[in-house]
């Protein structure tokens, strides 16, 4: 009994208080303690490369490669999707994805309008109008590229084309120097498939052109020059409108007062559609010549003749008022006084 109330008393609080504050403890709670510290150190030690690498590592490249999605359809001309994700070889650390089409190892496969058992037919019109001998293109459009074929317009305007692929198809029309479409047809052609086109044209009015075109001011008593143009706008060979120089045009230019006419008065066009004449200007108003070509006559307005301007003047410079030195000591002029009337 006496013995385990010597141990309770060691191991009270009070007791232990005690030997703590003079100094006194347990021995094996100190080892432990620096067991524990040295074990921490070393784990931490052996980790050191972790967590140097975790903020000095470059980041790596990361790739990343879509299949893309596979659709269920009914028909289709479309192929496999050409594109794939990559990343920019600069960009490692701030990464963009790239979408680019990858043709190296893809085999193109040459576009075809024949082969199929389609049939696209129809009617070119202007108006009411059946249009004979009209250019027909029919144009077949893939992922591959394209395939165009043209065909003729019969007397009463049918046109037709059997044997045809299905798929994206554009048609239009036209006829070179007067016919033209404003709008191509594009549709959609199934296989085994019949379709009717009415293609309508609009027709073009081939016109000579003529425009003149002024060199500036005419000075009185000098000469000045117009450009007279001569341009013809018509459908071409396929299909366009365009403004093409007409050579060899033969136009009459007659001045009138107070120009007076130094070229012929007669004069053709070369190969660019133009042609030059040359006039003076006798007086000072408005300068005007009169053009005919064919039976086109236009009264056209040149830049008017004004006056020669005088040449630049510039003011001599001035020169300050010489003064009467003054002798030191000796008192200057008096100022200059105004006496009123009457003072």
Same mark, same amino acid.
């Given at each position: 009994?006496?013995?385990?109330?010597?141990?309770?008393?060691?191991?009270?609080?009070?007791?232990? !208080?005690?030997?703590?504050?003079?100094?006194?403890?347990?021995? @094996?709670?100190?080892?432990?303690? +620096?067991?524990?510290?040295?074990?921490?150190?070393?784990?931490?030690?052996?980790?050191?490369?972790?967590?140097?690498?975790?903020?000095?590592?470059?980041?790596?490249?990361?790739?990343?490669?879509?299949?893309?999605?596979?659709?269920?359809?009914?028909?289709?001309?479309?192929?496999?999707? @050409?594109?794939?994700?990559?990343?920019?070889?600069?960009?490692?650390?701030?990464?963009?994805?790239? +979408?680019? !089409?990858?043709?190296?190892?893809?085999?193109?496969?040459?576009?075809?309008?024949?082969?199929?058992? $389609?049939?696209?037919?129809?009617?070119?019109?202007?108006?009411?109008?059946?249009?004979?001998?009209?250019?027909?293109?029919?144009?077949?459009?893939?992922?591959?590229?394209?395939?165009?074929?043209?065909?003729?317009?019969?007397?009463?305007?049918?046109?037709?084309?059997?044997?045809?692929?299905?798929?994206?198809?554009?048609?239009? $029309?036209?006829?070179?120097?007067?016919?033209?479409?404003?709008?191509?047809?594009?549709?959609?052609?199934?296989?085994?498939?019949?379709?009717?086109?009415?293609?309508?044209?609009?027709?073009?009015?081939?016109?000579?052109?003529?425009?003149?075109?002024?060199?500036?001011?005419?000075?009185?008593?000098?000469?000045?020059?117009?450009?007279?143009?001569?341009?013809?706008?018509?459908?071409?060979?396929?299909?366009?409108?365009?403004?093409?120089?007409? $050579?060899?045009?033969?136009?009459?230019?007659?001045?009138?007062? @107070?120009?007076?006419?130094?070229?012929?008065?007669?004069?053709?066009?070369?190969?660019?559609?133009?042609?030059?004449?040359?006039?003076?200007?006798?007086?000072?108003?408005? $300068?005007?010549?009169?053009?005919?070509?064919?039976?086109?006559?236009?009264?056209?307005?040149?830049?008017?003749?004004? !006056?020669?301007?005088?040449?630049?003047?510039?003011?001599?410079?001035?020169?300050?008022?010489?003064?009467?030195?003054?002798?030191?000591?000796?008192?200057?002029?008096?100022?200059?006084?105004?006496?009123?009337?009457?003072?």
């Amino acid at each position: 009994m006496q013995r385990l109330a010597t141990t309770i008393s060691v191991l009270s609080p009070q007791s232990l !208080a005690t030997r703590i504050r003079y100094g006194i403890t347990y021995e @094996p709670l100190k080892y432990g303690f +620096a067991i524990l510290l040295i074990l921490s150190l070393t784990l931490m030690w052996l980790q050191r490369g972790f967590l140097l690498d975790s903020y000095q590592a470059e980041q790596e490249q990361v790739s990343i490669n879509l299949r893309g999605v596979d659709l269920e359809v009914k028909k289709t001309d479309i192929g496999e999707s @050409p594109f794939h994700i990559d990343q920019a070889p600069d960009t490692a650390k701030n990464p963009i994805s790239l +979408a680019f !089409a990858d043709n190296e190892n893809q085999e193109v496969e040459e576009v075809e309008l024949k082969g199929g058992e $389609a049939t696209i037919g129809g009617t070119v019109l202007a108006g009411t109008e059946p249009i004979s001998g009209a250019v027909v293109r029919i144009e077949r459009h893939t992922n591959d590229g394209s395939i165009s074929q043209d065909i003729r317009a019969t007397s009463n305007g049918r046109w037709s084309i059997s044997k045809v692929l299905g798929g994206r198809y554009r048609i239009r $029309a036209w006829v070179p120097g007067r016919y033209m479409m404003d709008s191509s047809a594009v549709l959609y052609v199934e296989d085994e498939s019949s379709t009717s086109l009415e293609l309508q044209l609009r027709e073009v009015e081939s016109s000579v052109e003529l425009d003149v075109f002024s060199g500036g001011p005419i000075y009185q008593g000098l000469t000045g020059s117009a450009v007279i143009s001569v341009t013809q706008r018509t459908v071409d060979s396929e299909g366009y409108i365009t403004t093409q120089p007409v $050579a060899g045009k033969l136009v009459e230019v007659t001045a009138q007062s @107070p120009l007076s006419l130094l070229s012929s008065p007669q004069v053709l066009t070369n190969a660019r559609g133009e042609s030059t004449v040359k006039v003076r200007c006798n007086r000072i108003g408005a $300068a005007r010549i009169l053009v005919k070509m064919d039976d086109q006559l236009e009264n056209v307005t040149l830049s008017p003749c004004v !006056a020669i301007p005088p040449p630049p003047t510039t003011a001599p410079p001035t020169t300050p008022s010489p003064t009467t030195p003054v002798a030191p000591g000796v008192p200057g002029p008096a100022p200059a006084t105004t006496t009123p009337p009457g003072g």
